[in-house]
């Protein structure tokens, strides 16, 4: 029996409005799943009570995140973006990690599960710390003090204070401040020492304490750092940064034993 051409054609619109059917469900799914740049605000804000808006626009603009965009404009994070952004909050947070260092982590793989990792063994068998500053020449990146304030949730005032007691000193530009971007995380921290009462004046100690430790460094390397041989200086500079990431994790190590003398 010969089937009608109208039935193969009614099939053949049924079949191709089950498959249109199911992709919009898959994309419905999909959308479902999102989350707008305010839901993922509010999903990190009691790990990250200073999380904003503006501080996740940031981290895009930094090429750390790039979540989807609908046809209107619209953000929207997937599940994986919110995990990478928790991975870059903690290493910010937890690892005290510059912009450009926690960029090269993710791209080497960094798990969003992965604990901190103050140090690995090297070939030489000498422990290879991982650097949680960098001594070279900054990204370049400067931010006006407008840009500082929303961002950090800082008060001029305290900026003000920072500047008089020589924490941060900006670079004036066609008669407006701006500040790098270890300048701008000295701000932020600063900012969230301040929501507990500490001032401008009360950073002495940890001014004085960052002068004599690289006073010290500055000791060790001296001779290979003024050397004129290139990879001589470029390992000078590698020892450098090695050698201030693991004076930082002893003065951490340090501070969380005096810390639980306080608690017991």
Same mark, same amino acid.
């Given at each position: 029996?010969?089937?009608?051409? =109208?039935? !193969?054609?009614?099939?053949?619109?049924?079949?191709?409005?089950?498959?249109?059917?199911?992709?919009?469900?898959?994309?419905?799914? #999909?959308?479902? #799943?999102?989350?707008?740049?305010?839901?993922?605000?509010?999903?990190?804000?009691?790990?990250?009570?200073?999380? +904003?808006?503006?501080?996740?626009?940031?981290?895009?603009?930094?090429?750390?995140?790039?979540?989807?965009?609908?046809?209107?404009?619209?953000?929207?994070?997937?599940?994986?973006?919110?995990?990478?952004?928790? =991975?870059?909050?903690?290493?910010?947070?937890?690892?005290?990690?510059?912009?450009?260092?926690?960029?090269?982590?993710?791209?080497?793989?960094?798990?969003?599960?992965?604990?901190?990792?103050?140090?690995?063994?090297?070939?030489?068998?000498?422990? !290879?710390?991982?650097?949680?500053?960098?001594?070279?020449? !900054?990204?370049?990146?400067?931010?006006?003090?407008?840009?500082?304030?929303?961002?950090?949730?800082?008060?001029? *005032?305290?900026?003000?204070?920072?500047?008089?007691?020589?924490?941060? #000193?900006?670079?004036?530009?066609?008669? %407006?401040?701006?500040?790098?971007?270890?300048?701008?995380?000295?701000?932020?921290?600063? !900012?969230?020492?301040?929501?507990?009462?500490?001032?401008?004046?009360?950073?002495?100690?940890?001014?004085? +304490?960052?002068?004599?430790?690289?006073?010290?460094?500055?000791?060790?390397?001296?001779?290979?750092?003024? +050397?004129?041989?290139?990879?001589?200086?470029?390992?000078?500079?590698?020892?450098?940064?090695?050698?201030?990431? %693991?004076?930082?994790?002893? *003065?951490?190590?340090?501070?969380?034993?005096?810390?639980? *003398?306080?608690?017991?």
């Amino acid at each position: 029996m010969t089937v009608p051409a =109208t039935s !193969a054609n009614d099939e053949q619109i049924e079949l191709e409005l089950a498959e249109q059917d199911h992709a919009e469900r898959v994309e419905l799914g #999909k959308r479902h #799943k999102s989350l707008t740049i305010g839901a993922v605000c509010k999903a990190l804000a009691q790990e990250f009570p200073d999380i +904003s808006i503006s501080k996740i626009r940031y981290l895009e603009d930094q090429k750390l995140l790039t979540p989807r965009r609908t046809p209107g404009g619209y953000r929207l994070y997937t599940q994986g973006d919110v995990a990478r952004l928790r =991975t870059i909050l903690r290493m910010q947070r937890d690892e005290f990690l510059p912009l450009r260092v926690i960029r090269q982590e993710l791209a080497a793989g960094r798990s969003p599960e992965a604990p901190p990792v103050p140090g690995r063994v090297g070939r030489d068998g000498a422990r !290879a710390w991982r650097p949680s500053v960098s001594v070279r020449q !900054a990204t370049g990146a400067l931010y006006s003090l407008d840009d500082v304030l929303e961002e950090t949730k800082a008060e001029a *005032k305290l900026v003000r204070e920072l500047e008089e007691f020589g924490v941060v #000193k900006g670079e004036m530009r066609g008669g %407006v401040r701006y500040f790098d971007e270890t300048e701008r995380e000295i701000i932020a921290a600063v !900012a969230e020492l301040a929501r507990y009462g500490v001032g401008g004046r009360n950073l002495r100690v940890f001014r004085s +304490s960052a002068d004599r430790e690289a006073n010290l460094l500055q000791q060790i390397l001296a001779p290979a750092l003024r +050397s004129r041989n290139p990879e001589r200086r470029k390992e000078a500079v590698d020892a450098l940064e090695n050698l201030a990431a %693991v004076a930082t994790h002893l *003065k951490h190590l340090l501070l969380i034993r005096d810390l639980r *003398k306080i608690v017991r």
